[in-house]
Antibody, heavy 117, light 112 residues
Framework: ELHLVESGGGLVQPGGSLRLSCAAS????????MHWVRQSPEKGLVWVSR????????YYADSVKGRFTISRDNAKNTLYLQMNSLRAEDTAVYYC??????????WGQGTLVTVSS | DIVMTQTPLSLSVTPGQPASISCKSS???????????LHWYLQKPGQSPQVLIY???SRFSGAPDRFSGSGSGTDFTLKISRVEAEDVGVYYC?????????FGQGTKLEIK
């Protein structure tokens, strides 16, 4: 059975950093592009970033470009999101998600990131 | 960025009655490969989103057949033929033709 399990969320001060992880199981992780999507009550579902199967291609939303870095370790079946220079507006539940034929077909349970002093 | 606009933003439906949600995109979602990359999701209370419909009208594995999708170009509709109590939640459309992926604002379905 497919599982995506995020971890690493928490409370951080503005300007701080966090690294999110997503452990994948139940499918061939290295064969799929992967996404991070975030959700807040104010903005709804917002796509954050996508990474290719081998990690050579990455894409970011303008709102996080230059501050966030997506990466993956296919040997460990793990997706990452390094988040720097965090702002209050980055507060959200962050989902790890799998890309399949242009849709996002599987989502993790999410990890909450709160940016506040 | 492609803007996705859903209407209505909320629905209250009697069990057994039909429901319909509209989604309009600011650009055509028809790709050069002939496919249209518009997908529908349901986020049940306390859960992550789940795929219902992909590429306008194809039901995803496990999606009940009371859900159907239609549309083309920039105008799309999700229909529930007979609403059941388990259908409560927030419905989202998402375009898959361009990055950034963008979602509609969501339509909250409640049962009367």
């Amino acid at each position: 059975e497919l599982h995506l399990v995020e971890s690493g969320g928490g409370l951080v001060q503005p300007g701080g950093s966090l690294r999110l992880s997503c452990a994948a199981s139940g499918f061939t992780f290295s064969s799929y592009w992967m996404h991070w999507v975030r959700q807040s009550p104010e903005k709804g579902l917002v796509w954050v970033s996508r990474i290719s199967t081998d990690g050579s291609s990455t894409y970011y939303a303008d709102s996080v470009k230059g501050r966030f870095t997506i990466s993956r370790d296919n040997a460990k079946n793990t997706l990452y999101l390094q988040m720097n220079s965090l702002r209050a507006e980055d507060t959200a539940v962050y989902y790890c998600a799998r890309d399949y034929k242009t849709m996002i077909d599987s989502w993790g349970q999410g990890t909450l990131v709160t940016v506040s002093s | 960025d492609i803007v996705m606009t859903q209407t209505p933003l909320s629905l209250s439906v009697t069990p057994g009655q039909p429901a319909s949600i509209s989604c309009k995109s600011s650009q055509s979602l028809l790709n050069s490969d002939g496919k249209t990359y518009l997908h529908w999701y349901l986020q049940k209370p306390g859960q992550s989103p789940q795929v219902l419909i992909y590429e306008v009208s194809s039901r995803f594995s496990g999606a009940p057949d009371r859900f159907s999708g239609s549309g083309s170009g920039t105008d799309f509709t999700l229909k529930i033929s007979r609403v059941e109590a388990e259908d409560v939640g927030v419905y989202y459309c998402m375009q898959g033709i361009h990055l950034p992926r963008t979602f509609g604002q969501g339509t909250k379905l409640e049962i009367k």
